[in-house]
């Protein structure tokens, strides 16, 4: 299939900050691979700290890479122009932050088009607007002024005004009351309808349920398995991903056991898996090396496979 944006090897280390004078490097991301293909929905799960955020800045430009990259059509996107951020657009956790409380609607889904020197900007705010099915009446209002999902999807119509080809979602439901949640939800898979591809985070696996097409489970800025979202919703290999799915209520209780595991802090480990700690079928090889398996399609980092 039709890859538009890959993923290779990507590690970004933050120096975070021992005592006075001390500095030690953390990985928010190591070795990271994987690729987003035309029109999908990419779902990235882990719980938080996981590094999840950091990829979608990364992928955005708002992170340089320690080392690895990204290719946009196999183009490193840190040498491309201002056309990529006509192609890859943002929609937050927050709207209350992301968009600028002083600014009115109309103002907010044209400030892209202004950015890039587009014309017959009125229509296209109007047919944002309308694609995000949001009235034209709320144009003058500012964002104090509406619901929270109306604020979200002022976001949204922001980030589609320039036609792009994907959308990083960062927990984009997540301050949403649940009904809400689900109308939202709705309205991204009628964007992913018109092609739209997206990498979409959330630390809620009922979330990529409802929206994904396949899933990437990562864990201490590592995967941890990637493959479709019904194998892995349905026949999780990782123990970490059996984890997550044993922590959220499910359709089938009977099919997923709540496995064996312990709620305590663990400090992730800096070489083999960063689950290691946490799991049930620690091996000691796990705490110097991981294999990378690939079974029907799927790719599973695991001394298990
Ligand atoms: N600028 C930074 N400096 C130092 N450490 C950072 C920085 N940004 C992120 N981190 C660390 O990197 C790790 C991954 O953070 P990230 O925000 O990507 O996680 P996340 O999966 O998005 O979590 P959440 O679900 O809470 O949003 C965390 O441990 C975080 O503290
Ligand atoms: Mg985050």
Excluded: W
Excluded at 21 to 44: D, H, I, N
């Amino acid at each position: 299939m039709d890859t538009i944006l890959q993923v290779k090897d990507l590690t970004k280390v933050y120096r975070i900050r021992k005592g006075l004078f001390r500095r030690e490097p953390f990985y928010a991301l190591k070795g990271v691979t994987l690729s987003l293909r035309r029109g999908e929905v990419l779902g990235v799960v882990g719980e938080s700290g996981s590094g999840k955020t950091t990829l979608g800045k990364v992928i955005l430009r708002l992170e340089r890479p320690t080392s690895g990259s990204v290719l946009f059509e196999g183009k490193d996107i840190f040498s491309l122009g201002k056309e990529y951020t006509r192609e890859v657009s943002v929609v937050f956790q927050d709207p209350r932050n992301s968009l600028n409380p002083r600014m009115r609607v109309k103002e907010i889904v044209e400030e892209p088009l202004l950015v890039h020197g587009e014309r017959d900007r009125s229509k296209k705010v109007r047919e944002a607007l309308e694609r995000v099915a949001l009235d034209p009446s709320l144009m003058e209002r500012k964002p104090d002024d509406l619901s929270g999902g109306q604020r979200q999807r002022v976001a949204i119509a922001r980030a589609i005004v320039l036609r792009p080809r994907i959308i990083v979602a960062d927990e984009p439901t997540a301050s949403l009351d649940v009904s809400v949640q689900h109308e939202v939800l709705k309205l991204f898979r009628s964007l992913k309808e018109e092609g739209i591809a997206f990498i979409f985070i959330t630390h809620d696996i009922r979330v990529i349920d409802k929206i994904a097409d396949r899933v990437v489970v990562i864990y201490g800025g590592r995967i941890m398995e990637v493959g479709e979202k019904d194998e892995i919703l349905r026949k999780p290999l990782h123990p970490y991903t059996r984890f997550l799915l044993s922590n959220v209520p499910v359709r089938h209780p009977r099919e997923r056991k709540p496995a064996d595991f312990q709620e305590i802090e663990y400090e992730v480990p800096r070489e083999g898996c960063p689950f290691a700690p946490r799991c049930p079928d620690y091996m000691e090889e796990c705490s110097s090396e991981v294999r990378r398996a690939e079974l029907d399609g799927r790719v599973v980092y695991c001394n298990l496979y």
